[in-house]
């Protein structure tokens, strides 16, 4: 029984940090994506650069290394090899950045406002990047890094001050 009640509280804290890593990543994505439309925002409203897809690449790029740093270290707590993460991130956009690129300019093409237009791809990226860094660049390196086990020592440290209560 014991080990079942065990089990049922390690379940509950996977979902538990899952929900916090989505929310972190929420976070992050958010600060990524005003770093993307205010670089955005420069080069096409600002400085006139009426490029969609040149100005959208560019602040995407932006956006991408900004959101990796930050979500490698404080989201998925990674000690993980980064040129290998990053190589894999790379792979995620090799596929994304065409088919946004194109399907955003066709968009604006046919008269579609380019603000709501990178809108509509930095919510299909948010979706999309979170899984793919979940389920593919950091799975199994999750919680490696420094942060991550120094928090595991707290946590254990207090578990232990409580169970001696």
């Known amino acids: 029984m014991e080990e079942n009640k065990d089990k049922k509280i390690e379940k509950q804290e996977k979902v538990k940090e899952t929900l916090w890593q989505s929310a972190k990543f929420t976070l992050f994505s958010i600060s990524a994506g005003l770093i993307q439309i205010a670089s955005f ?3 096409y409203d600002i400085i006139g650069w009426k490029s969609w897809w040149a100005t959208y690449l560019i602040s995407l790029t932006l ?3 900004w959101n990796f740093t930050f979500n490698r270290k404080f989201t998925f707590k990674s000690a ?3 040129p290998i993460a990053m190589s894999l991130v790379f792979l995620y956009y090799c ?3 065409p088919a946004s690129v194109f399907g955003g300019d066709a968009l604006e093409y046919i008269g579609w406002n380019g603000t709501i237009v990178t809108g509509i791809m930095m919510a299909l990226n948010f979706v999309t990047e979170f899984l793919w860094c979940k389920f593919v660049v950091f799975r ?3 919680n490696t890094n420094e942060l ?13 001050q409580n169970d001696i209560k």
Do not use: D, P
């Not at 086990?149 to 207090?158: H, P, V, Y």
């Open 95 to 97: 596929a994304f950045t």
């Open 140 to 142: 199994g390196q999750e």
């Open 63 to 65: 956006s991408v290394v």
């Open 41 to 43: 925002e420069l080069m």
């Open 80 to 82: 993980n090899n980064v």
């Open 148 to 160: 991550a086990k120094r928090q595991a020592e707290k946590k254990k440290a207090s578990k232990e």
